[in-house]
């Protein structure tokens, strides 16, 4: 007979006696009361709970008591799972993936080699042999277990190749909540210990959020009827105002509406992010809805966004909006509690406002890691806004789709489709009946790119770069926007021998401080009337706030032609038919990316439909996206992510789901640039840094992304040395001078006579 401890113990304290250890009783009553609560909203509390009771039960066993005072590792998060599928059968299986993975991450169900510990292996092990035996005290201490479990489970769709899909995101949705009141159990228990309290929560509510947004709007509408028109500029912006006042007042009438699929179809120019924001409160506290949750594919603009929210919100701004991503620096706010609180709130997401990117928002959907989990269970019950949603990538579309439709159908979320350029989701396969419901919030879209044309789009055919140059000659102020790299720092080798006053080049190879202030000196000379000519890489599209009179597009989809257009009159000075945006296809040496083939053939598709005069409206939008999709068909899968899921059926591939869903596939290494005085400064303190704390984040703007191959080739010719290796590896790269960093086209390596010699294609 095994040893028995009273108490069972779950945490201890070091240097405290155990009488301040937490008992392993009150640790499993707690997470699984919690884990109840974050389930509310999708109806899987009791299910909930009994994950939560069993979690920690390999726990009961003298070895792991054993292990709380010094001895070896113990394995105590099987006894649970193998109890859970025991007692319940299929319903206990969905627990045990949450409990046998509550600290490694969700296994894969089965499979045979390569490495892995699947789930079916864990739960063959055996009581006593494998895993340490439980004190059958472990049943009076949780209450004993009932023969059935009362949960609602997920409303499958009609689709049977979904089916199992649905289930795997109800098991991931499980597992956050699990995993959250588990940490958050522990956290609390640990600072309890030293006398803190978790800077967390006492945020404000919707309502309060609701009062101040709508004070800010009639505050500017009040401040705007106010000015003069008396010129044609303050006329104009009168009107623009006038007409965003009514797209908004037309989509927050409609926040009554039941949750489910929307569309926000709103030209550039018509202030689509207030107005979701506006729709989105209001319909939030019309449903009892927690939060917005703000999902923006472009890194560049969600700073600027979440910083038009806090100043709408006032006083309560910093207190109720959460910015989650890569390069949001924390250590801008001065208060440290509210810093840690923000920290904290990063980690679960339960403020009422939360804004983040797409990357982080659907990658943590496709996870299988607790970091990344434990959160999804605050998106539940929230109104959630997808910005630029065209910009979602093809390859991963029907499981994002998949995604949007399962936390409309089954988890009380309502999803606002929020574009200028409003992708036919209707025809993506799977999805034609659900998406084909979409209630679009905006008034007569048709009509309102009538009214906010601000250009027109021309396709003209072959350009090589003779014509180019004829085009840069003939324009004082034009901008060129190029698929190809290599083919824009071409061009602009050409061009500036002939135009090197006011010639500008933007691409990525430049770090984001450098591009800032090319962007700042660009808007002086387009404001003062000087001469202003850029070449760039489609990273000006990507939110960049510029009005050329004369845009040119390299053949690419429909969409990208219309957030070049953007670029083009954007402040509405001129007619329509004054405002030329040109299409045209490079010359073979500058053949366009595969990718890229595709949505450029779809895109000529409608250019040659006569009945589709205005390109960039809605009708053509549709018949765009409507040919894209067909011509990528099972493309839209490229991992066959649906189909790994379907064909494993109950043994969800959770570890291998998450390694195939990679939003960007990155092969790129970040290099850091000495570009300024401030570059140098935060370069010398990471290389004596014993802690990273935000310096990263602060190195950001001078990082540089480039492919393996050219980081391996700089090491090698001494062009690059690794920051503080002693301490961090090989992890931070850093530029040795600005010998490779052109002023005006960034960091260029490819024509370096080391990477010559060593005869590499990058």
């Known amino acids: 007979m095994q040893e028995q401890f009273q108490p069972y113990y779950a945490h201890s304290a070091e240097n405290r006696p155990e009488s301040e250890w937490q008992t392993l009783s009150s640790h499993l009553t707690a997470v699984g009361q919690a884990a ?6 999708f109806g899987a509390q009791e299910i909930a709970r009994y994950t939560g009771l069993l979690h920690d039960l390999g726990k009961y066993s003298a070895r792991f008591q054993q292990r709380l005072r010094g001895e070896k590792p113990v394995n105590h998060s099987t006894a649970g799972a193998k109890i859970a599928v025991e007692t319940w059968g299929n319903l206990g299986n969905m627990m045990a993936f949450c409990i046998a993975g509550h600290h490694a991450g969700l296994a894969d169900g089965a499979g045979s080699g390569n490495g892995r510990t699947v789930l079916n292996d864990r739960l063959k092990e055996a009581f006593g042999a494998d895993i340490p035996e439980l004190d059958p005290i472990w049943q009076a201490e949780i209450g004993g277990l009932p023969e059935k479990l009362a949960a609602t489970p997920p409303v499958l769709p009609k689709i049977k190749e979904l089916q199992a899909f649905s289930r795997a995101f109800y098991t991931r949705m499980l597992y956050s909540c699990l995993v959250d009141a588990d940490f958050l159990d522990t956290e609390k228990f640990y600072l309890g210990l030293e006398n803190q309290t978790p800077a967390r929560g006492s945020y404000p509510s919707l309502e309060q959020l609701q009062q101040r947004f709508q004070a800010f709007l009639d505050a500017f509408r009040q401040k705007t009827a106010q000015n003069r028109v008396d010129t044609p500029e303050l006329q104009r912006n009168a009107g623009l105002n006038r007409l965003r006042s009514e797209i908004l007042d037309h ?7 039941p949750p489910g699929l929307f569309t926000l179809t709103v030209p550039t120019g018509g202030g689509k992010t207030f107005t979701s924001m506006a729709f989105a409160l209001k319909h939030a506290l019309a449903h009892d809805l927690r939060r917005v949750i703000y999902v923006i594919p472009f890194t560049s603009i969600i700073e600027q966004n979440a910083a038009e929210f806090r100043k709408a919100f006032g006083d309560l701004g910093e207190a109720a909006v959460l910015e989650h991503h890569s390069t949001f620096n924390d250590e801008t706010i001065q208060d440290r509690n509210s810093r840690d609180k923000l920290r904290r709130a990063s980690e679960n ?6 804004v983040t990117t797409a990357v982080q928002f659907f990658e943590s959907l496709f996870a299988d890691r607790s970091s990344r989990c434990r959160k999804l269970h605050n998106i539940t019950g929230s109104v959630i806004i997808l910005d630029e949603v065209q910009m979602l990538p093809p390859k991963l579309l029907q499981p994002i789709l998949a995604a949007i439709d399962e936390l409309a159908r089954n988890y009380r979320c309502t999803v606002v489709l929020c574009t200028a350029t409003q992708p036919a989701l209707h025809k993506v396969h799977y999805f034609q009946e659900t998406f084909a419901g979409l209630r679009e919030l905006a008034p007569n879209p048709p009509e309102l790119f009538k009214q906010l044309q601000r250009a027109t789009v021309r396709h003209i055919g072959l350009q090589n770069d003779d014509a180019l140059q004829e085009k840069l000659a003939g324009h004082a102020q034009i901008l060129i926007i190029i698929n190809n790299r290599r083919h824009a720092r071409s061009l602009y080798d050409q061009v500036k021998t002939v135009h090197s006053d006011g010639l500008f080049h933007l691409t990525t190879l430049m770090c984001a401080a450098h591009r800032q202030n090319i962007l700042a000196e660009i808007k002086g ?6 001469p202003c000519r850029v070449i760039a890489t489609s990273l000006i599209e990507a939110g960049v706030d510029v009005d050329f009179p004369v845009v040119m597009r390299a053949e690419s989809g429909l969409d990208s032609v219309a957030q070049a257009a953007g670029r083009c009159n954007r402040e509405g000075k001129n007619l329509p038919e004054n405002s030329p945006v040109y299409v045209f296809q490079t010359a073979e040496e500058w053949k366009t990316p595969p990718e890229l083939a595709v949505q450029a053939a779809a895109m000529r598709s409608v250019f040659r439909n006569d009945a589709h005069r205005d390109l960039l409206s809605p009708p053509a939008i549709t018949q765009y996206f409507k040919e894209l999709y067909c011509a990528k068909g099972t493309a839209l899968d490229d991992k066959q992510i649906l189909h790994t899921i379907h064909a494993n059926g109950p043994n969800f591939p959770f570890q291998t789901v998450a390694e195939k869903f990679r939003m960007i596939e990155n092969h790129m290494q970040p290099v850091i640039v000495p570009f300024d005085a401030k570059a140098e400064e935060l370069i010398d303190a990471l290389r004596h840094a014993d802690h990273i704390g935000g310096l990263l984040r602060k190195l950001q703007p001078y990082t540089v992304q480039i ?21 961090f590896g090989r992890q931070f790269w850093c530029l040795i001078g600005l010998d490779l960093y052109d002023e005006t086209a960034g960091l260029s390596w490819e024509d370096a006579d080391f990477l010559k010699a060593e005869s590499m294609i990058i």
């Not at 989509?251 to 509406?257: D, E, I, S, T, Y």
């Not at 997401?349 to 939360?354: E, F, G, S």
């Not at 000379?525 to 000087?530: A, F, T, Y």
Request: hydrophobic share 50%; charged share 25%; glycine share 6%.
């Open 36 to 41: 109840a609560e974050f389930s509310a909203f």
């Open 251 to 257: 989509a927050v009438a409609q926040a009554g509406l």
């Open 349 to 354: 997401w339960d403020m009422p406002i939360v």
């Open 525 to 530: 000379r387009l404001k003062n009337g000087q």
């Open 707 to 727: 492919p393996e191959k050219a980081l391996d080739a700089l090491y090698a010719a001494g062009r690059i040395e690794a920051l503080n290796e002693a301490k």
